[in-house]
Nanobody, 123 residues
């Protein structure tokens, strides 16, 4: 059974940087796409970004592309999300995900999900 566990500092101020990590266990996910979603209070889940098994990276918006970086360590079976110049609007629960298929922009058909970690950005 695959498990994804997110970790990272969770309370930051606007303008700060934050790195979230996700550790996968149960099997190697080197042939999977791995990435991140987030869900802010009262809003729908939002695609943040992904990195394919062969290193291609996509982000959910231009704002994310300019401030967020996704990276993977295939040997350690991890995926990380580096977030810079954080804004209060980035406050959300961040979810790690892994999948061989599905629609990442829609967040449907994703094979595995983490339990989520709350990130709060204060003004």
């Amino acid at each position: 059974q695959v498990q994804l566990v997110e970790s990272g500092r969770r309370l930051v101020q606007a303008g700060d940087s934050l790195r979230l990590s996700c550790q996968a266990s149960g099997r190697s996910l080197s042939t999977y796409t791995m990435g991140w979603f987030r869900q802010a209070p009262g809003k729908e889940r939002e695609f943040v970004g992904l990195q394919t098994y062969n290193g291609l990276t996509t982000y959910g918006s231009d704002s994310m592309k300019g401030r967020f970086t996704i990276s993977r360590d295939y040997a350690k079976n991890t995926v990380s999300l580096q977030m810079n110049n954080l804004k209060p609007d980035d406050t959300a629960v961040y979810y790690c995900a892994a999948s061989r298929g599905g629609s990442w922009y829609a967040g449907s058909g994703i094979d595995y999900w983490g339990q989520g970690t709350q990130v709060t950005v204060s003004p």
